[in-house]
């Protein structure tokens, strides 16, 4: 009823490269919705903030398919709206393996190698948890732990995703450990703070600030897993994944794209065998990738 008398139907919205983050969900269920109603499907193609090139991050496991992890991608995963359009309407991602109308309108440009301060762009907010340009990169960092609701990532307070505390965490040695695990393009400062909002308000958090100190040696899914892994060995008493209720599991594991990362962390298992393991996983999709870029 909605799409009746409608000749296209358009989509130009700011998205943050990352799969968890629903506008790319929202996407694909339009696409459907254009396919079954034989509406031209128009995407109005913008920079991805965390560039086209980075690739990292866990891969979906299509049993673990929601909302928050509609399509076999990694976590991040280096397109734009319009690049990743093709790729789901190509592949028969869509229900059922419709396909729609796709018209994509590429960018000006831009080049795969920009970070957004380099676009000349202003940043508009795309939510109020992604107040700035450079939010992007904490979300991959510090998102999954938000997930299970154990522990604080800056949400409520004035850095959303920029924070990693709780009111049982050793700043001062959740810092020294992780800054000796000297993690490259990225330094950590112990800090205490009062979140003002959402269902912290009025505890004194202690943990850390990230601060990235050179975003092209960054490794977002290494800082990710690194955080994960140091919460869990310095305070097994105050077990993040034990003390998470059951639906808060659900989310973490449907944010990652399966169970496999949670299960590994809580087997201690050595955060390099874990990379590389995600890092294996990747492999087929960067060959898939390639045939849908639009942009050098």
Known sequence: DMLRGIDVLVYDIQDIGVRSYTYISTMGLAMEAAAENNVTFVVLDRPDPLTGIRVEGTMLDPKFKSFIGAYQIPYVYGMTAGELAEMINMEGWLQNGVKCKLVVIPMDGWKRSMWWDETGLPWVPTSPHIPHATTPMFYVMTGLLGELGTANQGVGYTMPFELVGAQWVDGEKLADELNSRKLAGVIFRPLSYRPFYFDTSGSRFLGVQVHVTD?????????????????????PEKDIFARAKPERIGSFDKA???SDLRKALQSRKRVEEILRDIDRERAP??????KYLLYD
């Open 256 to 258: 990652a794209g399966s």
């Open 285 to 290: 999709f960067m060959i898939e990738r390639g």
């Open 215 to 235: 975003s092209e040696k960054l490794n977002m899914t290494a800082v990710q897993v690194n955080v994960l892994d140091a919460l869990q060995r310095l305070f």
